[in-house]
């Protein structure tokens, strides 16, 4: 559970620091999707890794 939350964190963190990167580095707005979309997929990422490390622990 507690592995699930630090990943969902890590998710919203990454879509935070994507934003503001992209929104910088293209000028418009367009950056905040780009950022959602990066931040998804790096806390789904990082949801495998910590559920893979779980069932080794087992």
Same mark, same amino acid.
């Given at each position: 559970?507690?592995?699930? $939350?630090?990943?969902?964190? $890590?998710?919203?963190a990454?879509? +935070?620091?994507?934003s503001?990167?992209?929104?910088?580095?293209?000028?418009?707005?367009a950056?905040?999707g780009?950022?959602?979309?990066?931040?998804?997929?790096?806390?789904?990422v990082?949801?495998? +890794?910590? %559920? %893979?490390?779980?069932?080794?622990d087992?």
């Amino acid at each position: 559970m507690k592995k699930g $939350i630090l990943s969902l964190i $890590i998710g919203i963190a990454m879509a +935070i620091v994507w934003s503001v990167v992209f929104v910088n580095a293209l000028g418009s707005m367009a950056g905040i999707g780009v950022g959602i979309c990066l931040g998804t997929a790096f806390g789904l990422v990082f949801a495998s +890794i910590f %559920r %893979r490390n779980d069932k080794k622990d087992k």
